[in-house]
């Protein structure tokens, strides 16, 4: 049987993008609360004990700032939405008239931060969706499941990524370290003394990396025709103008009608030119992850809630987006909620894992000068 650490990582994404692509169909608060509500629970029942894991605390927390700013925001500049429940007003300061349109202070009315809460209800919905995918996905066993094509630009995101856990947990050794021996480490000269073994650290690291991509053939492609290079480059340009010209169908109402289409006909031909620019990457895979039942299960799920909630948003917009004027309470719609309870299956489906192995992009205990003197 199959373990939750070892479901491939794409199905986790998926399944993210759908929640995220479900809660940019709806302003419903109650909806919103509870896709992630959703999220967070799958996040709690499977998420390792990686470092790569404790993300999701930080993508919350990155979620409540969005949402008190998008408030700050309407408190300080106003809204352009009418309301007559005024909840106090600032002092107003007058502006220039080339600035005509924006203010500074005045009333604030409950109907305006109520339609800001729900707008940014909806950006904190879709951080924790990303956020999710970056604590249940482990970054080395998704770089192993790229195509070919991917794989050098890849790489480098993952090492992007992985910089700051290294640099941070240098830092904190080297701090510990420096109390220990009674040195000062706060200050310039505390900051001195522990920025520049960090630094020394850093590119040894870098040269260490180098020479290990270097050894294990990074870089190095194999000879393909023009023909199907050309063919590669228009299928891979084509498909990524169409996935963004379906996207943008789908966000909007005028475009619902060529959304879908456009969409998987981008899809298909960058599909389609990812496979052929895979032909110019000479690389084996260890252990590839499998894609079995349980990874169908949970993207399908992910991929059920987006297009339910699509559908609702088309039949009921009402109910998904309620309106701020006048001031009435939002109403939770009961099949786009039971849609919504489909994220929740991943948490049925996939077996929890107590002891997950250690994710090789974690910091490395490597040593420092200034700790052996």
């Given at each position: 049987?199959?373990?939750?650490?070892?479901?491939?990582?794409?199905?986790?994404?998926?399944?993210?993008?759908?929640?995220?692509?479900?809660?940019?169909?709806?302003?419903?608060?109650?909806?919103?609360?509870?896709?992630?509500?959703?999220?967070?629970?799958?996040?709690?029942?499977?998420?390792?004990?990686?470092?790569w894991?404790?993300?999701?605390?930080?993508?919350?927390?990155?979620?409540?700032?969005?949402?008190?700013?998008?408030?700050?925001?309407?408190?300080?500049?106003?809204?352009?939405?009418?309301?007559?429940?005024?909840?106090?007003?600032?002092?107003?300061?007058?502006?220039?008239?080339?600035?005509?349109?924006?203010?500074?202070?005045?009333?604030?009315?409950?109907?305006?931060?109520?339609?800001?809460?729900?707008?940014?209800?909806?950006?904190?919905?879709?951080?924790?969706?990303?956020?999710?995918a970056?604590?249940?996905?482990?970054?080395?066993?998704?770089?192993?499941?790229?195509?070919?094509?991917?794989?050098?630009?890849?790489?480098a995101?993952?090492?992007?990524?992985?910089?700051?856990?290294?640099?941070?947990?240098?830092?904190?050794?080297?701090?510990?370290?420096?109390?220990?021996?009674?040195?000062?480490?706060?200050?310039?000269?505390?900051?001195l003394?522990?920025?520049?073994?960090?630094?020394?650290?850093?590119?040894?690291?870098?040269?260490?990396?180098?020479?290990?991509?270097?050894?294990?053939?990074?870089g190095?492609?194999?000879?393909?025709?023009?023909?199907?290079?050309?063919t590669?480059?228009?299928?891979?340009?084509?498909?990524l103008?169409?996935?963004?010209?379906?996207?943008?169908?789908?966000?909007?109402?005028?475009?619902?009608?060529?959304?879908?289409?456009?969409?998987?006909?981008?899809?298909?031909?960058?599909?389609?030119?990812?496979?052929?620019?895979?032909?110019?990457?000479?690389?084996?895979?260890?252990?590839?992850?499998?894609?079995?039942?349980?990874?169908?299960?949970?993207?399908?799920?992910?991929?059920?809630?987006?297009?339910?909630?699509?559908?609702?948003?088309?039949?009921?917009?009402?109910?998904?987006?309620?309106?701020?004027?006048?001031?009435?309470?939002?109403?939770?719609?009961?099949?786009?909620?039971?849609?919504?309870l489909?994220?929740l299956?991943?948490?049925?489906?996939?077996?929890?894992?107590?002891?997950?192995?250690?994710?090789?992009?974690?910091?490395?205990?490597?040593?420092?000068?200034?700790?052996?003197?």
């Amino acid at each position: 049987m199959a373990r939750g650490g070892q479901l491939h990582p794409g199905a986790w994404w998926l399944w993210s993008l759908g929640l995220g692509t479900a809660a940019t169909r709806t302003t419903n608060p109650l909806l919103l609360a509870l896709l992630m509500a959703s999220a967070g629970y799958v996040v709690a029942t499977h998420r390792s004990a990686a470092p790569w894991a404790r993300s999701y605390t930080a993508f919350a927390k990155l979620a409540v700032a969005v949402l008190l700013v998008r408030l700050g925001f309407t408190v300080v500049l106003g809204s352009p939405i009418p309301g007559s429940h005024v909840l106090f007003t600032l002092p107003e300061v007058p502006l220039p008239e080339w600035a005509q349109g924006i203010r500074l202070g005045g009333r604030v009315t409950a109907e305006a931060l109520l339609f800001s809460a729900y707008n940014g209800l909806k950006l904190a919905a879709l951080l924790i969706c990303v956020g999710a995918a970056n604590a249940l996905a482990s970054p080395a066993r998704l770089l192993k499941s790229l195509p070919g094509a991917l794989y050098e630009a890849g790489v480098a995101v993952v090492v992007a990524l992985t910089f700051a856990p290294h640099l941070i947990a240098d830092v904190q050794r080297l701090r510990a370290a420096r109390r220990l021996r009674g040195r000062p480490d706060r200050g310039v000269r505390g900051l001195l003394q522990v920025g520049l073994p960090v630094l020394e650290g850093a590119l040894e690291r870098s040269v260490a990396l180098a020479a290990a991509m270097d050894a294990r053939g990074y870089g190095r492609t194999a000879d393909v025709p023009a023909p199907v290079r050309r063919t590669t480059t228009a299928l891979t340009l084509g498909g990524l103008l169409g996935v963004c010209a379906g996207t943008y169908g789908l966000l909007t109402a005028e475009g619902g009608t060529y959304g879908i289409p456009v969409l998987l006909a981008g899809v298909t031909a960058a599909l389609a030119g990812l496979r052929l620019g895979g032909r110019r990457s000479v690389r084996t895979r260890y252990r590839p992850a499998p894609w079995g039942m349980r990874a169908w299960l949970v993207a399908g799920s992910g991929a059920a809630v987006a297009a339910l909630l699509t559908l609702a948003s088309v039949r009921d917009p009402h109910a998904l987006n309620p309106g701020v004027v006048p001031l009435v309470a939002p109403a939770l719609p009961l099949w786009p909620a039971a849609s919504v309870l489909l994220a929740l299956l991943p948490a049925f489906v996939i077996p929890q894992d107590p002891q997950d192995p250690q994710d090789p992009t974690g910091p490395q205990d490597a040593r420092n000068p200034e700790e052996l003197s």
